[in-house]
Nanobody, 126 residues
Framework: QVQLVESGGGSVQAGGSLRLSCAAS????????MGWFRQGPEKEREGVAA????????VYADSVKGRFTISQDTTQNTLYLQMNGLKPEDTGMYFC???????????????????WGQGTQVSVSS
């Protein structure tokens, strides 16, 4: 069982920055991939960024490329999402996810992940 706890959300003005953290209850070296997803008001959950735990390959949604950076600290079992140049359309609940089973699902597909955190709210005002 993997428990994930997100933190770092908040309210910022457009152009601002936030750093989200996700603390895992297990050694993240035992995961296959970890990712960040978001869900805006009346929108479906969408993949934002993902990282393959072994090798460190990262994948980003087109909407956040060049602005967001996903990283992991395996010594602290923590996943991060550095968000710069925030826009109002980035507003939403941000979820951390962990996948422990090798799969052919794309890195930003929800089906790839079996464990989810409760989320942290990000609000960006114009």
């Amino acid at each position: 069982q993997v428990q994930l706890v997100e933190s770092g959300g908040g309210s910022v003005q457009a152009g601002g920055s936030l750093r989200l953290s996700c603390a895992a209850s297990v050694d993240i070296d035992n995961t296959v991939s970890m990712g960040w997803f978001r869900q805006g008001p009346e929108k479906e959950r969408e993949g934002v960024a993902a990282i393959l735990t072994h090798g460190g390959l990262t994948v980003y949604a087109d909407s956040v490329k060049g602005r967001f950076t996903i990283s992991q600290d395996t010594t602290q079992n923590t996943l991060y999402l550095q968000m710069n140049g925030l826009k109002p359309e980035d507003t939403g609940m941000y979820f951390c996810a962990a996948g422990t089973i090798p799969t052919l699902d794309p890195a930003l597909a929800t089906a790839r992940y079996g464990y989810w955190g409760q989320g942290t709210q990000v609000s960006v005002s114009s």
